[in-house]
């Protein structure tokens, strides 16, 4: 796994193919959009998903903490698919999530799908967290700077050799850096979506997740152009 | 035994200087003797007539209240249709009958009234037949039921419609046990299955009527004026001299394969329409305002040609037909068979059909075709085990009327043909599923959807979780579609039809692109709508359906095989083809009945592999995905591939040798095992199998307008299942449906068993005759290159790099997949 790296807001960060942000510097990882407890929350519609959503997502995020060990990790909001998903989670992701929180430093910035603090859970739940010149916000504001943020879901679709690959992406600009969701029932939203590109006036890049690596483009290449 | 008709029926039949057929009183004697039937007779002979004959006869001498025939057709249009031709006998005779209809189209309160008061005759679709026996007076409605008619048996059986209509009939056999069934089929290779498909016990112990062939059709070949075709499948070469036919006939359909060459036929056909013909468009995506007006034209006589898709294969008789015209190669003698059946319908005179092939192997399949139709030698699948997918939504449905015991459940499903060898653990996994999911270890007792009270019968757990199964009634998953709207200076237009989505993200403001017949500009995507105007100019493009290429029949490249295997057949053909299958045989060889042949050449700097399989366009793709894994593995380096239905053609940066390596049957396991973790056709196979089952809704009250936001992505579900309960049922139900449909993995797997020692490989300096055609498809047809998705994610940053300069804005290049292009069309052709 190769990381990115990305110069935002005078600082430098690191990309993960993952689908996590890492700053080196302030021993910090990000991810956004885990939407714990999606698969519980669909069952209890009647839509009986496979159960194993959230066990997969502490996976991997059990993973990029054993290989970054940052002192703090932000959660960027919708991170249980709603507000009682955390009294959902079974003992063993219980205790899964509670060695994760005890090795860092937990901030749960609070998201429209889980507005009000996980119960339970260990960490600082905040509305926006600041370190430096950086925001961490769940949903990003046009027209700010040094705005990390997640709650779109962005995925890109990019034409290669007559057909089109379409993966969850990071999306940077100069002001902000939108993360992918991390979650595994958390779906995507096409970065073209007027609701992305709205937080991105002046086009920006596309970082794609692969299994080794970050596939980068630009915004405007995610389009098919004209032939 | 020949029974008569009683009156009224014989005086009305003479009044209309008719005599009732033998098989029509055939029909008669078995339902009187309460024996279930299946009739084989070709369309137009009656055959409908004789299905509900013994029930009018039988309501003549008893009238009675309360739902005595259920009539099911696969197509509602078929079932309005009926009730129409019905009401004629039943008006003229006076007959004490009232009948009606009930699709998803018929009104909540006539739905209501149904119910309450049903009528004699309920003319019905499976999805709604399906529905009527979940909800809870099911036993009511049905207890009193005499009989049921199953119409266009052949279309229905072996697909899962016919699954659940077979499943819905084991039903009814439960609720009306002496209720008997009438099967109305065309011509089928596979008669035992339908017998048994038929027969309310499964045991095939239904009687077989069959009504005498017509007059065999009168086909024959045109070929377009001038160069033949070496490559291409849309046949507008042949546009002249089709208007030239459909001038001298009264009405003509024109068949084509696809959408897409519908709406090209449709525009090359205007082009050279000086005189101004009614010559109309009808296929699958059209609003269906606009196919009903095509239709209702058809019928009063005022059009002279439809150019149509499989959209008029079955169903309606439209009577006029005084011809029919087939563009491209017909793919299947039973096909072919049923479109021809569209012309004149009259038994004892021949039907007239004329085949257009647009290329030279396709001359080689009409022409095989015309031989197949002579023969009688129909082809079509054997019948399949029923789906496990269409099981688990049944059983919910039936969890809906009332609960049931598991031990009844299974022996009444197993009465159903497709079921009758289903064991009982899977059966029991089917209802676990339907359950709580049915997953191991993470039981989801709070939310199970089924509960078992203290007899051990299933129930289902509240009213929202019937609502939400009635909702999802239907085994048809189509791709997400977005309706094409015109929108003119006045504002907005009508609806002219729908695209897949794919295509919509293709388009940019201001591209052009044909549609219903037209000419259109692309303005915006709005919520699930494309807005366009008329006009627009350049180069037009054409939306292309996925899944929409049937592939040739086993049967028909069989006999395709032998006809290029004996010159001595050969005087058929035009000198064109003759001369390319004579140099083909001096500078390589022909392919044999029975082996492979698989040539090699190297041909500018990439290395060539053509192998000759003739199993269709969905069997070689899969080779291609598969061999080209291979190649991979043997260090040939392979660059892509493309597939016909005939042929199968790689190419790679190396000289492949090992070919009979390559071709081991071995094929079918690591790789194919590898292969299916990331295969889009896999997941576009679970998907539809994760809806159908009931595991995502598709149709939630209300959410409609969010769609985008509420579905869940099956391709996240099946990573997950996958990875934590490999052999969960529904991905066993998405292995067993791969093994036909998209990957036609079936197939595949029996050629290689054939072809085991018996490849014979030709290592030639240059490209061969036969190999002209596929050369010529790359570039046109989608190329897939064998790499993963990363490698071509990363061959796509790289050709952007190469081709950027620092900070300049480019737009690359895109090759647009499955979009036929006009301009291209006319190059290679002309």
């Not at chain 2, 269409?390 to 809906?400: G, K, P, T, W």
């Not at chain 2, 099956?714 to 791969?738: C, F, G, K, N, W």
Request: aromatic share 6%; hydrophobic share 45%; charged share 20%.
């Amino acid at each position: 796994m190769t990381p990115a790296p990305l110069h935002f807001a005078g600082e430098r960060l690191l990309l993960d193919p993952a689908g996590a942000l890492v700053w080196p510097a302030a021993q910090l990882l990000a991810v956004a959009d885990l939407h714990l407890e999606k698969g519980t929350a669909y069952a209890a519609r009647g839509e009986l998903l496979p159960p194993w959503d959230t066990r997969t997502t502490l996976e991997r995020l059990a993973g990029l903490l054993r290989r970054w060990r940052p002192r703090v990790a932000v959660a960027l909001g919708d991170s249980f698919h709603d507000d009682r998903g955390a009294g959902r989670l079974a003992p063993g992701e219980a205790s899964r999530l509670a060695a994760m929180t005890a090795s860092a430093h937990f901030i749960w910035v609070l998201g429209n799908h889980d507005p009000s603090p996980p119960e339970g859970v260990a960490g600082e739940p905040v509305l926006e967290y600041r370190l430096g010149g950086i925001t961490f916000r769940h949903i990003g504001k046009a027209g700010v700077a040094g705005e990390i943020c997640g709650h779109h879901h962005p995925k890109a679709m990019v034409p290669a050799r007559g057909c089109a690959v379409s993966r969850p992406c990071f999306v940077a600009d100069s002001q902000r850096v939108m993360l992918p969701a991390f979650g595994a029932y958390a779906g995507g939203l096409d970065v073209r979506h007027p609701a992305i590109a709205a937080l991105f006036p002046r086009g920006g890049r596309v970082f794609l997740l692969g299994r080794e690596r970050l596939f980068s483009f630009s915004l405007g290449q995610t389009r098919a152009g004209a032939a | 035994m020949l029974g008569t008709l009683p009156e009224p029926f014989a005086g009305w039949f003479a009044g209309r200087g008719w005599a009732p057929r033998p098989f029509q009183l055939d029909v008669l004697a078995a339902a009187q003797a309460r024996e279930s039937v299946l009739l084989i007779a070709p369309t137009g002979g009656g055959k409908t007539l004789a299905g509900f004959l013994p029930s009018l006869v039988a309501l003549h001498a008893a009238p009675r209240e309360g739902l005595h025939t259920l009539y099911v057709s696969p197509l509602k249009a078929l079932a309005t249709d009926i009730a129409r031709n019905l009401a004629r006998p039943v008006q003229e005779m006076a007959l004490p009958v009232s009948i009606e209809t009930r699709t998803g189209d018929t009104p909540a309160n006539r739905r209501q009234r149904q119910r309450q008061q049903p009528p004699n005759f309920l003319l019905t679709t499976p999805e709604s037949l399906t529905l009527l026996l979940s909800l809870a007076d099911a036993p009511t409605l049905f207890g009193g039921l005499t009989a049921v008619v199953i119409d266009e048996v052949h279309a229905l059986a072996g697909s899962k419609r016919g699954d659940q209509l077979a499943l819905g009939l084991a039903r009814l056999a439960s609720l009306a046990p002496r209720a008997r069934r009438i099967g109305l089929s065309a011509t089928v290779p596979h008669r035992r299955a339908l017998l048994a498909y038929i027969s309310p016990d499964g045991s095939g112990g239904a009687r077989l009527i069959e009504a005498p062939d017509g007059a065999p059709p009168a086909l024959s070949m045109m070929l377009p004026e001038g160069h033949l075709p070496w490559s291409g499948h849309m046949g507008l070469a042949g546009a002249p001299a089709i208007l030239e036919r459909i001038r001298q006939a009264g009405l003509t359909i024109v068949f084509v394969n696809t959408r897409a060459q519908a709406e090209l036929m449709f525009q090359a056909l205007w082009k050279l329409n000086d005189t101004t013909l009614p010559i109309a468009l009808h296929h699958g995506s059209l609003e269906l305002s606009l196919r009903r007006r095509v239709e209702a034209a058809m019928a009063a006589g005022s059009l002279r040609a439809v150019v149509a898709t499989s959209s008029l294969d079955l169903g309606i008789d439209w009577g006029g037909v005084d011809q029919v015209i087939q563009v491209g190669a017909p793919k299947g003698v039973s096909r072919l068979l049923q479109r021809v059946g569209r012309a004149n319908h009259r038994m004892d005179e021949p039907s007239r059909a004329i085949l257009v092939p647009a290329n030279r192997f396709e001359v080689l399949e009409c022409e095989a075709a015309m031989l197949g139709v002579a023969a009688r030698e129909l082809d079509g699948d054997p019948p399949r085990p029923g789906g496990l997918d269409v099981l688990a939504q049944h059983l919910l449905c039936m969890a809906c009327s009332a609960p049931f015991h598991p031990d009844a459940m299974y022996a009444e499903v197993s009465r159903a043909s497709p079921y009758a060898g289903l064991t009982r653990q899977d059966f029991d996994a089917v209802l676990r599923f339907v359950e709580d999911g049915g997953y191991a270890l993470a039981g989801y007792e709070r939310y199970r959807k089924l509960f078992r009270d203290s007899e051990g019968r299933m129930h289902v757990r509240g009213e929202r979780i019937a609502r939400q199964a009635r909702l999802n009634i239907g085994t048809i998953v189509e791709a997400p579609m977005l309706k094409v709207r015109l929108v003119g200076k006045r504002g907005r237009g009508g609806v002219l039809g729908e695209v897949e989505e794919y295509f919509a993200n293709l388009l940019s403001p201001g591209d052009t692109f044909m549609f219903a017949g037209r000419l259109l500009r692309f303005h915006r995507l709005h919520e699930t709508v494309i807005e366009c105007s008329e006009g627009g100019a350049g180069d037009p493009m054409v939306p292309a359906y996925a899944g929409a290429r049937l592939p040739l029949t086993t049967n028909l490249a069989d006999r395709v095989r032998a006809l290029l295997s004996a010159p001595g057949s050969w005087d058929a053909f035009p000198e064109a083809v003759q001369e390319w299958l004579r140099v083909q045989k001096a500078r390589s060889r022909l392919p044999g009945r029975a082996d492979l042949l698989v040539e090699t050449f190297p041909r500018g700097d990439r290395h060539f592999l053509v192998a000759y399989c003739f199993e269709g366009r969905n069997a070689h793709q899969t080779l291609g995905l598969l061999l080209t894994r291979r190649m991979e593995r043997f260090g040939y380096a392979p660059l892509g591939f493309v597939a016909t239905d005939y042929v199968l053609a790689t190419w790679s940066a190396h000289p492949p040798h090992d070919i009979f390596r390559l071709f081991e049957q071995d094929m079918l396991g690591d790789d194919l095992e590898a292969w299916l973790a990331e295969s889009s056709m896999l997941r576009r196979t679970f998907r539809n199998v994760a809806v159908v089952a009931g595991l995502i809704e598709r149709n939630h009250p209300g959410a409609e307008k969010t769609r985008r936001q509420v579905t869940v992505n099956s391709d996240l579900i099946y990573d997950v299942l996958r990875r934590h309960q490999p052999d969960h049922i529904l991905l066993r139900a998405t292995r067993a449906d791969a093994a036909g449909g998209l990957t036609d993995l079936g197939r595949l797997a029996a050629m290689l068993a054939r072809v085991k020692g018996r490849i014979r490989h030709m290592a030639l300096s240059r490209v061969s005759p036969l190999a002209v055609p596929v050369l010529l498809e790359i570039g046109r047809e989608s190329v897939r290159s064998a790499g993963s998705e990363d490698a071509l994610l990363a061959e796509a940053e790289e050709l952007v790099a190469e081709a950027c300069a620092e900070n300049d804005p480019y737009v690359p290049r895109v090759l647009r997949p499955n979009l036929v292009r006009q301009r291209r069309q006319a190059d290679l052709f002309g």
